[in-house]
């Protein structure tokens, strides 16, 4: 009988929740490199 | 300009300032005349024999490759290449970005050319091109096909883009009222042609859906029309930043400088679009990626490719794009768009061509007068584009909407 893990992101949804939340916390900081206010005086 | 050329000139609209106007002007013999004109006339010999002797006899296609590089290059490359006609005029129409202002109609007429040429040479593609009519008339609908979306929406889409454009060819031919009339419809024609161009951008990459058994796992997922949809952005955007900077040598006598907004803030707020755009794209193949679960496939030369598409074009030129903006390095932005454009390129290939069949024993590559014909298109549809522009107020800010 096959068990199934929780406990592995490989096998669960996890690495997916990962990269989403990872994805979220560095498009935030692209955007404020992009919008910093050195780049203001455009 | 000789006598009758002023008399012609004077007025305007009439059958002689049109005929006035065909004639060509400046210097014939000039590389680009020089390398396109024979290509032409090749390709427009290689044409009639197609259309004489069928597919087979200038093509390599078969049963196991019925779409080869005029699909996988000229109408899927090609359309998401014209995404920037309705990036821009969203930008400019509807989120009233005057900024970007004084490159709204250039966008809007290459948007318009690369519909009639690479859209148009799906008729080149089918065994039986007279069908071409077949959605439109009704003779076999075909609701169920995502043809039939593409097929309605290229129309439609090309009506809306000539709508948008009109303003510019009637003042052309002094035609105050009609330019007056036609203006007030650009807006409908533009949130019209968004929507359109949204969904067949997308219809595109649905087109390959039915082939999932085909095409590498890599490559298929069942959100290739959001990829395609995402991807089109970038690719607008770096067409936009590539002939807009050709434009700028080739035409810089006919062009105004006293735009409200200088050439580089322009160059540089479209490489920060990419930028940003590109950013999205890369982490939707990501997850993608992660989801298919795919980490068994990578272990082969068609995951080295893989990942040079995704890092080497999808990422790098992201990250240039991003430093490219912060210094204002303009030279960074344009080579990251170029990497861009091949980075698109590849990927509408490698879905439609090159991964393609990639678990059978057969393969196709181009003939010659396959690359040759679609050269030609490309040649032509410069030629038209330079007719317009050194005929029609093309890229002065004074608009005509």
């Known amino acids: 009988m096959e068990y199934y893990s929780y406990v592995n992101i490989f096998e669960t949804k996890g690495l997916e929740y990962l990269l989403l939340i990872s994805f979220l916390v560095f498009f935030i900081l692209f955007l404020k490199y992009f919008f910093s206010p050195n780049d203001e005086n455009e | ?401």
Not at chain 2, 205 to 217: D, Q
Not at chain 2, 293 to 320: A, Q
Not at chain 2, 343 to 353: A, D, E, K, M
Request: hydrophobic share 55%; charged share 15%.
């Open chain 2, 1 to 401: 300009m000789s006598i009758k050329g002023v008399v012609a000139f004077e007025k305007k609209g009439s059958l002689k300032y049109i005929l006035h106007e065909m004639k060509p002007r400046g210097k014939m013999l000039t590389p680009f005349n020089i390398i396109s004109i024979p290509i032409i006339i090749l390709g427009l010999v290689i044409l009639v024999i197609r259309f004489v002797k069928g597919l087979g006899a200038v093509t390599n296609l078969s049963q196991d490759y019925p779409w080869g590089f005029w699909i996988g290059f000229d109408v899927v490359t090609g359309v998401a290449f014209a995404a920037g006609a309705y990036i821009i005029t969203f930008v400019v129409y509807v989120m009233r970005v005057e900024k970007y202002h004084s490159i709204a109609k250039i966008t809007v007429l290459n948007g318009f050319l690369a519909y009639v040429f690479y859209a148009g040479a799906l008729i080149l593609d089918l065994g039986k091109p007279w069908n071409i009519v077949n959605p439109i008339i009704g003779n076999s609908f075909g609701y169920n096909s995502v043809l039939f979306l593409v097929a309605w929406h290229f129309l439609l889409y090309m009506m809306a883009q000539l709508i948008e454009f009109f303003p510019v060819t009637a003042e052309w031919l002094g035609w105050k009222k009609v330019k007056r009339f036609m203006s007030t419809l650009t807006l409908g024609a533009v949130i019209f042609g968004i929507t359109l161009s949204l969904l067949h951008q997308s219809g595109l990459g649905a087109l390959f859906m039915m082939a999932k058994p085909k095409i590498h796992p890599l490559w298929y997922s069942e959100f290739i029309p959001l990829l395609f949809l995402t991807s089109s952005i970038p690719a607008g955007l770096s067409m936009i930043i590539f002939e807009s900077t050709i434009s700028h040598r080739v035409f810089r006598d006919i062009i105004d400088h006293n735009s409200h907004t200088p050439f580089e803030d322009i160059i540089i707020g479209l490489g920060k679009g990419a930028a940003i755009s590109l950013f999205i794209y890369y982490f939707f193949k990501a997850i993608i990626f992660i989801h298919g679960r795919h980490w068994s496939l990578i272990t082969d030369w068609w995951g080295v490719w893989y990942f040079i598409e995704v890092f080497g074009f999808v990422l790098l030129p992201c990250i240039m794009y991003a430093n490219g903006v912060k210094s204002r390095n303009l030279g960074l932005i344009r080579s990251a768009a170029v990497i861009t454009m091949i980075g698109i390129i590849i990927n509408r290939l490698n879905i439609s061509v090159i991964t393609f069949n990639w678990n059978t024993p057969v393969k196709y590559f181009p003939s010659w007068m396959e690359i040759v014909v679609t050269l030609m298109i490309i040649f032509i549809e410069i030629w038209v584009l330079r007719w317009v522009v050194t005929r029609m107020n093309v890229f002065n800010y004074e608009d005509s909407h």
